[in-house]
């Protein structure tokens, strides 16, 4: 069955996480190029402070490729009148097709103002909010991400999920683990089945922990999800999604076609050649896209024999000149690393999250904590 996202189909049902400082235009690019443009693909997180003041950094993270289609924002935002002007502002401008909004994120500098997964806890302001932003899409569909909640003993993702539904959310995506949680353990995808139930009137997307395109068949068939979200998998493995086009769609009789991704260090090596170039065209400066190319080099190079020396000059490079020297010194024709499967990127967990004073005391209470610290948080 496709998924459809508003007006959207998404076929086969799979999407890319948003990840700051990752699923700039660039990265979604290469993603879209190896699933031949199937697939929905999410912008890192946009402040919508940021959006309605025209910070620089925030447009040029609104950039879309003239060839992407539909074009997805994430907001994030902790005041309903600035979500909402954020909102009618991606409408009257034209800046995008599909609004995903961020009650996910854990980390302090966004937690501590109440935002991110802070702010399902808070039922009415996440009402508001929704309310504000479906109420200035039009035409535009709104889904939200979201994460259990703030911790095992503040679950949030029922109530949040019965309130989205209310207030004309199209699709929800649920990342199954705690707020407390952050990145460890194993992602909870029982949770994803129960919000399935809950709100059986909109798509429910899983999130967290698929590695593999047999993890996403695995998550749909065990939760009954709508769609799969995929995060950290495609770190320095942006062909992940034709593997899970492939698996996800079905073959003329039914059965899926997949057929795993398995590239040598030389494809790998022309793939992240091509990632630092779309950076360089991105940000307009060569020298700047090789730079930030270097946080991807250890996901790329993950398994492969390469020794420290080469690895370290690799993280290092500052022009495509070098990276491709460099990277012709290795020894290309090694094949694809067993190691290389599996979890990669974040997989660190917190003791506590840091939230605003008195945050638990009231969870019907809609006073708004951060709208002044919202600035200078696009992208993460
Ligand atoms: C580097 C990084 C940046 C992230 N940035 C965002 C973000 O901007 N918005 C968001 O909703 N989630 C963000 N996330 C969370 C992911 O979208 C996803 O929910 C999480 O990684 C779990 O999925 P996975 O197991 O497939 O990685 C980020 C995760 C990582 C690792």
């Known amino acids: ?185 194993t992602a909870d995808w029982e949770a994803i089945a129960r919000l399935k139930e809950a709100v059986p009137e909109i798509p429910v997307l899983g999130n967290g922990d698929i590695w593999s395109a047999d993890d996403a068949v695995r998550m749909m068939r065990e939760t009954g999800c709508d769609g799969v979200v995929v995060g950290r998998g495609c770190l320095g493995r942006p062909w992940l999604f034709r593997d899970l086009v492939a698996a996800l769609e079905e073959g003329p009789d039914g059965t899926p076609t997949a057929t795993p991704t398995a590239p040598t260090l030389r494809e790998v090596a022309r793939v992240m050649l091509r990632h630092a170039e779309l950076l360089g065209q991105w940000l307009e400066n060569e020298q700047r896209g090789v730079i930030d190319f270097r946080k991807h080099v250890a996901w790329y190079t993950k398994g492969f024999s390469i020794g420290s020396e080469l690895r370290k000059k690799l993280a290092i490079a500052s022009s495509l000149d070098e990276l491709d020297a460099l990277l012709s010194e290795l020894d290309l024709d090694q094949a694809w690393p067993v190691g290389a499967d599996g979890p990669r990127g974040r997989t660190s967990g917190r003791d506590r999250v840091v939230l605003p004073d008195g945050w638990l005391n009231d969870p019907y209470d809609c006073a708004v904590v951060g709208a002044d610290a919202e600035l200078d948080t696009s992208g993460g």
């Open 1 to 185: 069955m496709t998924l459809q996202i508003g007006p959207h189909p998404v076929q086969p049902p799979v999407v890319l996480a948003p990840m700051a400082g990752i699923t700039n235009a660039p990265f979604r690019t290469l993603c879209r190029e190896f699933s031949g443009g199937k697939g929905l693909f999410v912008s890192e997180m946009i402040t919508t402070r940021a959006l309605v003041e025209r910070d620089a950094k925030t447009m040029r993270l609104i950039h879309f490729d003239g060839t992407e289609k539909p074009r997805s924002i994430q907001l994030y935002g902790v005041d309903p009148v600035t979500v909402g002007k954020a909102v009618r502002m991606i409408v009257d401008e034209d800046l995008a097709d599909h609004v995903d909004l961020n009650f996910g994120c854990p980390v302090p500098k966004v937690t501590r103002k109440g935002g991110g997964s802070a702010l399902p806890y808070k039922r009415n302001l996440l009402r508001s909010i929704l309310r504000e932003a479906v109420g200035n899409a039009g035409s535009l569909p709104v889904t939200m991400k979201m994460r259990k909640g703030i911790d095992d003993e503040h679950i949030t993702y029922l109530d949040a999920g019965r309130i989205a539904v209310e207030e004309g959310v199209t699709a929800i995506a649920l990342h199954g683990r705690t707020a407390a949680q952050h990145y460890s353990g």
